[in-house]
């Protein structure tokens, strides 16, 4: 491992001067991917701003909405009464990602901050051009099981792996910052991450230096009415082959407003407005599901060992929305 610097921050402002002021600097908090890729080689910053010890790790809940602190671990968010209660979609899909051991330790902000999972990018042998710009793209040509179909470029093709994002994509969320000039931002959360277009390497709207405080999600009808569903090679402990997160407001047996989600396909945590226009005003049955996933799933792009992911997707999302209605029915008896 590189020899590098640690500091423990004083201050929000302290810490974005800090990382601001050195193009090698990086925010530290549960570490559970900086520290495994540092490791590895393929992250290598010259300084550690930790930022544990600050004023982040509340959970502030009002009528309308919830304020989560950038470090609030994932397990205590996964748990939390209200979450559980006015987003059930965020505490499945915190509770599908990872092990208890790492969710004891991984923050909300570097959940949303965290690295794909290529193979081809956590090896420094091969190209990638999300780890060196300009050197290629191995994932395109080589054994590309896990890797995008949607959002892909022919820069790359690497898969956004978090669960707690798919569902964040799929509610009313707003992303907080802190710059290192004092100021502040608010970010909707679809447009945090970007595309890999032509630079792979730029993967958020995030300047240097600037760092998430505080993440609000906004109480509605499809939030409390939502379900997230994982399909993957084992049982736990491993990433999405493909998911879905979901959230339905009906208006009888008719769908009134839709949300969906999609993980373990796309470039970037997936919102699918297609298949929520396929979904709105339509009869909540499993047609309408089938046409939801058929848009969500139209402008995919496949590659030598991923094709099964579209239909597997599908699959997913028409499951997703089956079990969604089934627990609605249940607890509206």
């Excluded at 230096?209 to 994982?230: C, F, Q």
């Excluded at 089956?322 to 627990?327: D, G, R």
Aim: with cysteine; proline share 4%; net charge neutral.
């Amino acid at each position: 491992m590189k020899p590098f610097r640690y500091v423990q921050s004083s201050g929000v402002q302290d810490a974005t001067r800090h990382v601001g002021g050195q193009a090698e600097s990086v925010f530290f908090a549960g570490g559970t991917t900086l520290i495994d890729l540092m490791k590895i080689h393929v992250l290598q910053p010259s300084e550690l701003v930790d930022v544990n010890q600050l004023p982040l790790s509340s959970i502030e809940v009002s009528d309308k909405s919830i304020r989560v602190g950038a470090n609030v671990r994932n397990s205590e968010l996964a748990w939390h009464v209200a979450i559980r209660e006015r987003f059930p979609v965020l505490s499945e899909a915190l509770l599908a990602g990872a092990s208890t051991q790492i969710r004891n330790m991984a923050t909300t902000a570097g959940n949303i901050m965290q690295k794909t999972r290529c193979p081809y990018y956590r090896d420094i042998a091969s190209a990638c051009n999300k780890r060196v710009p300009g050197s290629g793209c191995d994932a395109i040509e080589g054994y590309n099981k896990g890797q995008a179909v949607l959002g892909t470029s022919d820069h790359c093709i690497a898969t956004f792996p978090s669960d707690m994002c798919t569902a964040l994509a799929m509610l009313d969320v707003t992303v907080i910052t802190a710059r290192p000039d004092g100021s502040t931002r608010k970010i909707a959360f679809t447009d945090f991450h970007l595309l890999p277009g032509k630079t792979p390497e730029r993967e958020t709207v995030l300047e240097h230096g600037e760092m998430i405080s505080h993440v609000e999600l906004a109480d509605t009808p499809s939030s409390r009415n939502s379900h997230y569903l994982k399909v993957r090679d084992r049982a736990s402990y491993e990433f999405a082959l493909a998911s879905a997160a979901v959230g339905l407001e009906l208006d009888g047996k008719t769908i009134k407003n839709a949300r969906v989600g999609l993980g373990g396909i796309a470039t970037k945590p997936w919102r699918s407005v297609e298949a929520e226009r396929a979904l709105i005003g339509k009869p909540a049955n499993t047609d309408t599901y089938k046409a939801a996933a058929e848009a969500a799933l139209a402008s995919a792009k496949t590659y030598e060992h991923n094709a099964f992911k579209v239909p597997l997707a599908k699959r997913t999302l028409i499951e997703a929305l089956e079990e969604l209605m089934a627990q609605h029915q249940a607890k509206t008896k």
